[in-house]
């Protein structure tokens, strides 16, 4: 079987990671995951919170449509500068520096993958800024069993607040056996 391509500015992306020593970018799984979430909504406006060097904003970049855009946050000015730089050329995409909510202005989103702020600390927030029928997606969870989902013995919280919310279709996936992700989609 052939390998599948990895677009040049994911590469890229990767390689601004491991110049500034960044190592929590997403994976080549995640991503593919994201650049199918951007192509399913091909006149979408795209959002990302925590652009971290750009990785999973490349991703979301090679799913997006013509009619798209996308806009990311990322509160490190070094990575917002550098991420910035890796998309200069391109009008569709813009890179904002400072605190995740500097997207509200730009919401309702079809697509937001929330992997910096908000995630944790205003999930009902993060859920109001999706338009009827947006993606939502989170990573870096750890796969689970049981339910409730456990993280380190515990109920995790987080999981449990995005996969049971009301106003969600929630789903868990991995990405690796090691990894999952949430994905859903806000209610009309």
């Known amino acids: 079987m052939a390998e599948r391509v990895v677009p040049e500015r994911v590469v890229a992306a990767e390689r601004i990671a491991a110049e500034l020593g960044f190592t929590k970018s997403c994976t080549r799984e995640t991503g593919r995951l994201l650049s199918t979430a951007a192509a399913a909504k091909p006149q979408g ?3 990302e919170s925590g652009t971290g060097a750009g990785v999973g904003t490349a991703w979301l970049r090679s799913g997006l449509g013509t009619g798209a855009c996308l806009i990311t946050v ?3 000015e070094e990575l917002a500068r550098r991420a910035a730089g890796l998309f200069a050329d391109d ?3 813009g890179v904002l ?5 500097l997207l509200e202005r730009h919401a309702p989103f079809d697509v937001f993958f929330c992997d910096g702020g908000g995630k944790r600390d205003d999930g009902q927030r993060v859920i109001e800024l999706l338009a ?4 939502l997606v989170m990573d870096d969870f750890t796969p689970s069993p049981h339910w409730p989902p456990r993280f380190e013995g515990e109920v995790d919280e987080l999981r449990l607040f995005y996969l049971t919310h009301p106003d969600l279709e929630a ?4 990405t690796t056996p090691t990894s999952s992700a949430v994905l859903a989609s806000r209610r009309p």
Do not use: F, Q, S, Y
């Not at 520096?97 to 909510?101: A, C, I, S």
């Not at 009827?132 to 993606?135: Q, T, V």
């Not at 789903?171 to 991995?174: A, F, I, Y």
């Open 132 to 135: 009827p029928g947006g993606l």
């Open 91 to 93: 009008e569709r995409v």
């Open 45 to 47: 406006v795209v959002a």
């Open 74 to 76: 990322e509160r490190d």
């Open 171 to 174: 789903t868990e996936v991995l």
């Open 97 to 101: 520096t400072g605190d995740w909510r």
